[in-house]
Nanobody
Framework: QVQLVESGGGLVQAGGSLRLSCAASGLTFSSYTMGWFRQAPGKEREFVARISWRGDTTYYADSVKGRFTISRDNAKNTVYVQMNNLKPEDTAVYYC????????????WGQGTQVTVSS
């Protein structure tokens, strides 16, 4: 079965950095667009970033543009998001998700990893 497993979350001070990883298994990883989403307490899940199946196209939410960088390693079946200059408002559970390259919705989701940014 398909599994997406996030890691790399934790507690960091404002202005600090974290790199999240999402290891995928059970799917042809290189055929999937990968995305990162987040959900803060009391808020709806929101889009953070996505990267095309070949890794040549990326897209970011305005709130993270210039601070977060999404990347992927298809040889390792892993997608990353490098998060710099973190702010308290970045505190959330971060999820990775996979969408078939020709699809229109995300088919698979991870369990999430907590990111907490202290002020």
């Amino acid at each position: 079965q398909v599994q997406l497993v996030e890691s790399g979350g934790g507690l960091v001070q404002a202005g600090g950095s974290l790199r999240l990883s999402c290891a995928a298994s059970g799917l042809t990883f290189s055929s999937y667009t990968m995305g990162w989403f987040r959900q803060a307490p009391g808020k709806e899940r929101e889009f953070v970033a996505r990267i095309s199946w070949r890794g040549d196209t990326t897209y970011y939410a305005d709130s993270v543009k210039g601070r977060f960088t999404i990347s992927r390693d298809n040889a390792k079946n892993t997608v990353y998001v490098q998060m710099n200059n973190l702010k308290p408002e970045d505190t959330a559970v971060y999820y990775c998700a996979a969408m078939y390259y020709s699809g229109k919705k995300y088919d698979y989701w991870g369990q999430g990893t907590q990111v907490t940014v202290s002020s």
